[in-house]
């Protein structure tokens, strides 16, 4: 009888965690797309809503190689601010404007546990730009990504 109540209980929680995550909504796999910079293919999640460029990558545990996620940036907001609250992996961030990359972030690092909200690092691109693209750290020194490079 406790090993039915048991399972009964873990099921339940189950249930409340996945309605918790998902808003009561139906799971949905994320909208992959595929980006190419120079010939370097990146499978890319795409963070096209608020919610999603909120959530970010955070609370990942390990990103795939040649994978990251494109945020497409609101052109009210052409000028985001990025953060790694809730990261768990370090990262590289490409700042990219009419398909060129402008900047480059590498080696961003995750904070120390426990970083108040005000101390969390900010990071900016020094100009506008249309999409930010999130990758491995050390993805960008590995590949030979720079400055100038073109993306499809």
């Known amino acids: 009888?406790?090993?039915?109540?048991?399972?009964?209980l873990g099921t339940a929680a189950f249930i409340a965690v996945v309605g918790y995550y998902t808003n009561g909504k139906p799971f949905q796999k994320?909208?992959?797309?595929?980006?190419k910079i120079n010939n370097t293919a990146i499978s890319?999640?795409?963070?096209d809503t608020a919610t999603k460029r909120a959530k970010g990558l955070s609370?990942?545990?390990?990103?795939?190689?040649?994978?990251?996620?494109?945020?497409?940036?609101?052109?009210?907001?052409?000028?985001?601010?990025f953060w790694?609250?809730?990261?768990?992996?370090?990262?590289?961030?490409?700042w990219i404007k009419n398909n060129q990359i402008i900047q480059i972030g590498q080696n961003v690092p995750i904070p120390a546990p426990n970083t108040a909200d005000k101390d969390l690092k900010l990071y900016k691109?020094?100009?506008?730009?249309?999409?930010?693209?999130?990758?491995?750290?050390?993805?960008?020194?590995?590949?030979?990504i720079k400055v100038g490079d073109k993306i499809n």
């Open 1 to 8: 009888m406790k090993k039915v109540f048991l399972m009964i």
């Open 30 to 35: 994320p909208t992959t797309k595929e980006v």
């Open 44 to 47: 890319v999640e795409m963070a």
């Open 59 to 81: 609370g990942r545990t390990e990103l795939g190689n040649n994978s990251g996620m494109l945020f497409v940036i609101d052109p009210k907001d052409n000028e985001p601010i």
């Open 84 to 94: 790694m609250k809730g990261m768990l992996v370090p990262i590289d961030i490409i």
């Open 125 to 144: 691109p020094s100009a506008p730009v249309d999409y930010v693209l999130e990758v491995n750290v050390g993805f960008t020194f590995k590949n030979n």
